[in-house]
């Protein structure tokens, strides 16, 4: 029996037969009992192959849907609310949040600092050497969920990565982030919910037409073309993973767990239809 503990019912859901919370433990077992792998964290599979679902998420979230900016917005408005003087982007695969906010004016004089599990040392090496003064990369392996010494006025900034760390390490890996830093954000491209699962499957014809959006960058468009065109492997496999991501995301009833599990009584959690966005 899983027990949620969470701060929206009066009684615990393990004890209480009313219809809320008989769903709340039904979801919270379908979901922890399916935590199923996603390609693109897989060390089995080509390098190359996992580069380029890397390249295809970068094109789902920059230039088909507004994700990306409305995450850099939440980043900036936070920024502007208290003082920073870093902002790390945790499992930043090829570091499109840090490409972004290092063109952004708003974030003159904030330290960006990208990292990874599996760094993309060629998009870091660029990033760098375009802004010196302002890049700040970290290229070797960094675990996350351990606890990092980024500074007390550090931002950090997990964007679509948070829901690849296993249920029952959630809560310590959080605690880690909080010692890492002066504040987590948490940012989910997709929810659990029906909404999200069908929205995904359009990543499919996202995946063919993503080529087109590399032509300044040879090699991207190369290896994207290839797995999406020569070798179409790609498409279905970025579609496997988003479906696996909706599984594996926190539902609401799960981050109130989370908060009062880690006292964290001014923890917020916003939702869009397919979005979350989590403040601790």
């Known amino acids: 029996m899983i027990i949620l503990k969470t701060s929206l019912y009066v009684t615990r859901p393990d004890k209480c037969f009313c219809l809320s919370c008989r769903l709340v433990r039904i979801q919270t ?18 390098k190359s192959l996992r580069l380029a679902l890397r390249d295809i998420l970068e094109v789902l979230n920059c230039h088909l849907r507004p994700y990306n900016r409305w995450v850099l917005e939440n980043i900036v408005q936070e920024t502007r609310k208290n003082t920073y003087l870093a902002v790390v982007e945790l499992g930043a695969g090829s570091a499109p949040l840090t490409k972004a906010l290092s063109k952004d004016p708003r974030c003159e004089p904030l330290k960006l600092i990208p990292c990874d599990l599996d760094p ?35 931002l950090l900034v997990l964007n679509s990565t948070f829901h ?33 699962v069908v929205f995904v499957a359009l990543g499919f014809l996202g995946s063919l037409i993503a080529p087109f959006f590399f032509l300044n960058a040879p090699e991207r468009a190369a290896r994207v073309l290839f797995w999406c065109w020569l070798i179409p492997a790609a498409p279905f496999l970025m579609v496997w993973d988003g479906w696996v991501s909706c599984l594996r995301a926190s539902t609401t009833a ?5 908060f009062a599990e880690l006292d964290r009584p001014q923890a917020t ?10 403040s601790v």
């Open 29 to 46: 077992m379908r979901a922890q009992s399916y935590f199923l792998f996603e390609w693109m964290d897989s060390a089995f599979v080509p």
């Open 254 to 258: 799960e981050w109130q767990s989370l």
């Open 120 to 154: 993309d040392l060629k998009a870091y090496e660029k990033l760098e050497s375009l802004y010196p003064e302002k890049v700040q990369p970290i290229k070797s392996s960094v675990d996350f969920s351990r606890p990092h010494q980024f500074g007390k006025e550090a």
């Open 269 to 278: 959690i916003q939702n869009g239809l397919f979005t979350q966005y989590v």
């Open 164 to 196: 690849h760390i296993p249920y029952a390490n959630r809560k310590e890996t959080l605690r880690s982030l909080l010692k890492s830093g002066k504040k987590v954000l948490i940012f989910e491209g997709v929810r659990h919910n029906a909404a999200s």
